[in-house]
């Protein structure tokens, strides 16, 4: 099976920046679309940002567009997540997720996730 782990979490005052990196092991991510999706205290896990494996094309929440970036390395077998300028409401637990389908969007269509790490963003 695809084994995700994350890293890169921690605490960062609003205006800062983080770099999150997924490693994955027993699968080649060119062979899956990528995900970054996130869950906050007492809310639903929500989706992030994607990296499409069908095309180059990357997608991103309305919330965080022009702040995230999503970028893969395939021949390192890594998905990166560049955060800057945080806000506190982007405190939540970030999970790297992998799906065979398109529907890139929904985090219900992920087959394999990562444990999470933490993201806190202090005012």
């Known amino acids: 099976q695809v084994h995700l782990t994350e890293s890169g979490g921690g605490f960062v005052q609003a205006g800062g920046s983080l770099r999150l990196t997924c490693v994955a092991s027993?699968?080649?991510?060119?062979?899956?679309?990528m995900g970054w999706l996130r869950q906050a205290p007492g809310e639903e896990r929500k989706f992030v940002a994607a990296s499409s494996w069908l095309s180059n094309n990357t997608f991103y929440h309305d919330s965080v567009k022009g702040r995230f970036t999503v970028a893969r390395d395939n021949a390192k077998n890594t998905l990166y997540l560049e955060m800057n300028n945080l806000k506190p409401d982007d405190t939540a637990v970030y999970y790297c997720?992998?799906?065979?389908?398109?529907?890139?969007?929904?985090?219900?269509?992920?087959?394999?996730w990562g444990q999470g790490t933490q993201v806190t963003v202090s005012s």
């Open positions: 997720a992998a799906q065979m389908g398109i529907r890139l969007l929904r985090p219900e269509q992920y087959q394999y």
């Open positions: 027993g699968g080649t991510i060119s062979n899956f679309g």
